[in-house]
């Protein structure tokens, strides 16, 4: 049974940080691609970052381009979300994801509040 727990979510004054982690169980880590979405009340949930087994990245959003980060610990089996210079429409549920050709699995989610 595959799964993805996630932490380090929080309450964060604006300008502040936080990393996400996502700890993945089973063997699925090293081979599928990862990523991390969000989703803030009465919103879509959007694309924010993703990372392949090699770890080449890519952030997805303009608004967080040059404030957040991925990475990956192949060791750890995990996944990080750095957030740096946090805005109040930083504010949302986050989940991380990984997929494959047959498989789609996704964190429990996790809150980011940005609020002073």
């Known amino acids: 049974q595959v799964q993805l727990v996630q932490s380090g979510g929080g309450l964060v004054q604006p300008g502040g940080s936080l990393r996400l982690s996502c700890a993945a169980s089973?063997?699925?880590?090293?081979?599928?691609?990862m990523g991390w979405y969000r989703q803030a009340p009465g919103k879509e949930r959007e694309l924010v970052a993703t990372?392949?087994?090699?770890?080449?990245?890519?952030i997805f959003p303009d608004s967080v381009k040059g404030r957040f980060t991925i990475s990956r610990d192949n060791a750890k089996n995990t996944v990080y979300l750095q957030m740096n210079s946090l805005k109040p429409e930083d504010t949302a549920v986050y989940y991380c994801r990984s997929w494959g050709s047959a498989s789609d699995y996704w964190g429990q989610g996790t809150q980011v509040t940005v609020s002073s």
């Open positions: 089973g063997n699925i880590f090293r081979i599928n691609p």
């Open positions: 990372i392949t087994n090699s770890a080449g990245s890519t």
